[in-house]
């Protein structure tokens, strides 16, 4: 008798530890790892590839920089740093569709071993890490961005097309007509310390 109750207990023990388990695995269907929610906060527009070409060939890159595209949309310019300098890039961009399109440019241009491409809120990121970051971001976001890219090490480029960084002093700025789009488009360079504006030194001051 002792052993038919042992022995219905160590079924029931089966039973409860399996619907926890199940249980378990249901709570993590419905909770898959968080990814942004927030819609984009501009339309992705393509940077045509001879502007891509001039923004990296402005930002001197080497083989052994990293390169950060905020906003990478199809990965366009990650993967070109890779291919042509054999850096390692990652490309973050917040709309999954073109997550997605990016990965597969990646594979299909072979450089998906030194290229990532990640599905976060670019406001959110540690940049510390990058030499090289790109953006093609309107002002108003450019703007928000700006105490991350203070924190870039001594050094290190950032290479903006068309919308410069508000109340900073680009070391240099290039303008020229895409071949693809007959559109004149302005590629700002800044290097790391920021140069900030006079203006801008003295609203710093007064705020302090």
């Known amino acids: 008798m002792q052993r038919i109750v042992r022995t219905m207990a160590a079924a029931l023990g089966l039973a409860a530890s399996l619907v926890f388990c199940a249980q378990v695995a249901a709570a993590e269907a419905e909770e898959p790892a968080k990814k942004p929610t927030r819609v ?10 001879d502007v891509t070409a001039k923004m990296l060939e402005m930002a001197e890159i080497k083989k052994s920089d990293l390169v950060y595209d905020l906003g990478c949309g199809d990965g366009r310019i990650v993967i070109t740093a890779a291919k042509r300098f054999g850096c ?4 973050y961009e917040i709309n999954a569709d073109l997550v997605a399109e990016a990965i597969q440019n990646a594979k299909k241009r072979k450089v998906d071993d030194l290229v990532q491409i990640k599905q976060e809120d670019i406001f959110t990121l540690d940049l510390s890490k990058a ?17 991350q890219l203070e ?4 050094g290190s480029r950032i290479v903006a097309h068309d919308y410069s ?7 240099k700025a290039v303008t020229l007509l895409s071949n693809e789009d007959n559109v004149k488009h302005t590629i ?3 290097t790391l310390p920021l140069k900030k504006e006079a203006q801008e030194l003295k ?3 007064q705020e302090e």
């Open 40 to 49: 984009a906060d501009c339309v992705y527009v393509p940077t045509p590839n």
């Open 88 to 91: 390692k890039a990652v490309g």
């Open 131 to 147: 030499n090289v970051i790109t953006l093609y971001l309107l002002p108003a976001m450019v703007t928000k961005l700006t105490p």
């Open 151 to 154: 924190k870039l090490k001594p």
């Open 165 to 171: 960084i508000s109340g900073v002093k680009a070391d």
């Open 188 to 190: 700002y360079l800044y």
């Open 203 to 205: 609203k710093e001051a």
